[in-house]
């Protein structure tokens, strides 16, 4: 039988061998934290390597995904999909082992880290997830929902700023099945963090109304033993574990120090390091009795045989309940789900009036919401303003579990919740705020893009035509940054139909996130014939035309859309054909076939002209050097919409007068 000792040192020579041989990577936390992942994953976690996305096994996030080698070696030891091999094309193209840990690369890595802070909040979305799905699936002698979310954080995860947010709505929460396991090495790159991080920190989570572990040696597996299992009788709140380590553990001469965590030890001192271990086999070999030892895939088959015997009979006595929790965790929907769809579109084509794209959006959500229970809906302090509550919003408290989350003033924090929530399976989050504070999202809406998680964002007051709050208020830019992200699809609707078709697409989308860019003001609406229905499901379409020589395109989206309506009308009465075009999603049209674009865009009609409330750049590559782009390319000013829209150029009038500047340039002829 090995000792908890070498079985933690197979984890520090695997890390160490894999990132000398990759020349890369970051040795000190593996070493540092490789006691506390061996009494974790070999006495408390509840996973099945043979089925790595069982959904009652528990979750392991490193928050700290710099230390990623310390995960792809316990997942080799474990048992999980991860040969020697892998271990040794740590950090190469096409590898199993990226740089950091990344969903749908690796088997076991449920999210992926490597921002630090973000494992961690996407750990408390996962446990509000696990929590909120207890309550509703889970009956008396059927606890079919019931697992724990374990993150792995260090110092700089609980330095950056979305720490202090979503720590501190788990407390308020109670969500006693998370456990986060802090390796407090008190080292970062820069050196001892004495310097910049001096917090109390065991004061900052009490004061979160976590239940607080501290002074925990980190290298004595007894000690680790006896503070997880506390934590794990927390009663109602979120755990804490304060574990004392140091870095690079194990290294004679670089233990301690900087110089330990992102860089190879070097040949020498992994030999050096594998003395001290009293180590003493070639690079990548580990003997059989440790991989016995480690191995977990007849206890994970164990455990997964135990749930699915408890769940085959919750579905005879459960039968509709449990059909709802398959057909939840497998992220389909209802059967009659496209039927629904449809009538609803056709009864709101016939029913149209002016009201703001939010408003659609609350609309939208009234019909959705009853036919959805998967739908998890919050905002970040602002749903009376997005109007992201329906009739049958129920909210999350400590005593309470809905179907909707006051996130309160934490626009990043939400937004990597969501992220862990979407992952976790059973639900479809959309979250909330105004679109200038999506820039306090971004890393976030950067790492739901590119885990390609089903995510719906919901962004409104669009645009200079929310008024009077002013340029700190108005967004300019961050649409075009937004279209900007890969796999990041964004809708900008004009009216309710159009949005109606931007939620259908979000909720049908499998990989990856949607954006809604909604408008605070009220619309213009229009109806349409079934093709243009359609049609807006390809993200542009023509809307309408004025005359059969169509020499003229105006492309528009949101709010400008009937303004472009507006001066197509009376460019046509100067004798012009001309097309409008709504382009609700430009990454949507993009995705068509070249017929389909061509036959919107034919190429011989080189007067293009595009009218769009935001930055300008990204709109040429459709106008050309001939054509023109009405846009915002300064910030705005604090007046009433229609008079920064007059201050802007978005009038019919000063559009009109540019349209015929560049007809006369282009010089074309009428009808």
């Given at each position: ?116 802070g973000q494992g961690l909040a996407s750990g408390i979305g996962m446990a509000i997830a696990e929590k909120i799905l207890a309550s509703y699936f889970n009956r008396i002698h059927y606890n079919i929902i019931d697992h724990y979310t374990w993150v792995f954080v260090g110092d700089g995860c609980l330095m950056e700023g979305i720490s202090h947010e979503v720590c ?17 090495n008190k080292i970062s790159i820069d050196g001892a963090v004495k310097n910049w991080f001096s917090d109390d920190t065991i004061k900052r989570f009490q004061a979160y109304n976590w239940n607080v572990i501290s002074d925990v040696d980190g290298h004595n597996a007894e000690s680790i033993f006896q503070a997880i299992n506390s934590a794990k009788k927390s009663g ?74 408890l769940f085959a009979k919750y579905k005879l006595e459960y039968p509709e309940l449990s059909d709802e929790y398959t057909r939840r965790m497998s992220g389909l929907l209802p059967i009659d789900w496209s039927d629904q769809i449809f009538n609803f579109i056709i009864q709101s084509n016939e029913n149209v009036k002016n009201i703001a794209t939010r408003q659609s ?311």
């Amino acid at each position: 039988m090995c000792s908890r000792q070498e079985l933690a040192n197979a984890i520090r020579v695997l890390s160490i061998d894999a990132i000398q041989k990759a020349n890369s990577g970051h040795p000190g936390a593996p070493m540092g934290m490789a006691d506390i992942a061996e009494v974790l994953w070999r006495s408390f976690l509840n996973h099945n390597p043979n089925n790595p996305y069982w959904d009652n096994r528990d979750r392991f996030i490193l928050s700290n995904g710099h230390a990623s080698m310390l995960l792809y070696s316990i997942l080799h030891l474990t048992g999980y999909d991860i040969s020697i091999d892998d271990l040794k094309n740590f950090r190469t193209l096409h590898s199993k082992t990226p740089g950091h840990p990344e969903v749908g690369c690796t088997p076991g890595v449920e999210i992926t880290t490597g921002p630090l802070g973000q494992g961690l909040a996407s750990g408390i979305g996962m446990a509000i997830a696990e929590k909120i799905l207890a309550s509703y699936f889970n009956r008396i002698h059927y606890n079919i929902i019931d697992h724990y979310t374990w993150v792995f954080v260090g110092d700089g995860c609980l330095m950056e700023g979305i720490s202090h947010e979503v720590c501190s709505l788990a407390g308020t929460l109670q969500l006693n099945k998370l456990i986060v396991l802090y390796d407090s090495n008190k080292i970062s790159i820069d050196g001892a963090v004495k310097n910049w991080f001096s917090d109390d920190t065991i004061k900052r989570f009490q004061a979160y109304n976590w239940n607080v572990i501290s002074d925990v040696d980190g290298h004595n597996a007894e000690s680790i033993f006896q503070a997880i299992n506390s934590a794990k009788k927390s009663g109602s709140k979120p755990s804490i574990i304060f574990f004392n380590t140091t870095i690079g553990f194990g290294s004679p001469n670089k233990s301690g120090t900087a110089e330990v965590h992102g860089a190879p030890l070097g040949e020498q001192e992994i030999n050096n390091t594998k003395k001290q271990l009293h180590w003493k086999h070639p690079p990548f070999y580990i003997p059989d009795e440790i991989y016995n030892n480690w191995d977990a895939r007849d206890t994970g088959e164990n455990i997964e045989r135990k749930w699915n015997s408890l769940f085959a009979k919750y579905k005879l006595e459960y039968p509709e309940l449990s059909d709802e929790y398959t057909r939840r965790m497998s992220g389909l929907l209802p059967i009659d789900w496209s039927d629904q769809i449809f009538n609803f579109i056709i009864q709101s084509n016939e029913n149209v009036k002016n009201i703001a794209t939010r408003q659609s959006s609350q609309y939208v959500l009234e019909f959705f919401g009853k036919i959805l229970p998967e739908l998890l809906g919050g905002s970040a302090d602002l749903a009376p303003s997005n109007l992201t509550m329906w009739s049958g919003s129920n909210p999350i408290h400590k005593y309470n579990s809905g179907n909707y989350i006051h996130y309160g003033v934490r626009e990043f924090g939400m937004t990597a919740i969501a992220n862990g929530i979407s992952q976790h399976g059973g639900f479809i989050p959309y979250i909330a705020t105004f679109l200038i504070f999506s820039d306090y999202s971004k890393n976030a809406i950067r790492m739901s893009a590119l885990m390609k998680t089903r995510n719906i964002m919901l962004y409104t007051h669009d645009s200079i035509g929310l008024g009077e709050d002013g340029p700190t208020h108005q967004p300019v830019e961050q649409l075009s940054n937004l279209r900007s992200i890969p796999y990041m699809s964004v809708w900008r609707p004009s009216d309710t139909i159009e949005t109606i078709v931007a939620w259908k697409f979000a909720i049908e989308r499998y990989q990856g996130p949607t954006a809604l860019i909604l408008s605070r003001q009220n619309i213009e609406q229009f109806k349409r014939s079934r093709k243009q229905i359609d049609d807006i499901e390809k993200g542009g379409y023509i809307l309408k035309e004025f005359g059969k020589l169509i020499s003229i395109i105006i492309i528009a989206t949101g709010s400008e859309v009937p303004l472009a309506i507006s001066v197509a009308q009376s460019i046509h009465q100067l004798g012009y054909g001309i097309r409008v075009v709504s382009m609700p999603s430009i990454d949507v049209f993009e995705a068509q076939d070249f017929s389909y674009q061509e036959s919107v865009f034919p190429r011989d009609i080189i007067n293009r002209v595009v009218i769009e409330a935001g930055k300008s750049d990204s709109w040429y590559k459709y106008v050309g050097l001939q054509g023109i782009v009405i846009g915002m390319d300064t910030f705005g000013d604090s007046a009433s919409a229609s008079q920064l829209f007059k201050k802007f150029g978005f009038t019919k009038e000063k559009i009109v007068y540019r349209i015929k500047k560049l007809l006369k340039k282009n010089i074309i002829n009428k009808e």
